[in-house]
Nanobody, 115 residues
């Protein structure tokens, strides 16, 4: 059974930092391209950052220079370090794992940034 379990969300003041984690089980983690997406109320889910199975990252323009995506294949865990948080970063953040036709999602973790 595939599980992606996000953690690390919470309430933080503008300018603060959080680190999200996504623990994967039931998949061969090192084979998967991984990503973080977010969805704010009333808005579509959007890509935040992705990292290939080879470790190459890419970011949405809105988070470049503030967020860092990383992975630890030995721990089957994906991370998102979020610095200089802004109120517009408030959303539910979801972990995504993709490999060929397999596409899995976590249940999400809420990030709320107060002004």
């Amino acid at each position: 059974q595939v599980q992606l379990v996000e953690s690390g969300g919470g309430l933080v003041q503008s300018g603060g930092s959080l680190r999200l984690s996504c623990a994967a089980s039931g998949i061969t983690f090192r084979l998967y391209n991984m990503g973080w997406y977010r969805q704010a109320p009333g808005k579509q889910r959007e890509l935040v950052a992705r990292i290939t199975r080879g470790g190459s990252p890419n970011y949405a323009e809105s988070v470049k220079g503030r967020f860092t995506i990383s992975r630890d294949n030995a721990k089957n865990t994906l991370y998102l370090q979020m610095n200089s948080l802004k109120p517009e970063d408030t959303a539910a953040y979801y972990c995504n794992a993709v490999w060929i036709s397999a596409d899995y999602w976590g249940q999400g973790t809420q990030v709320t940034v107060s002004s």
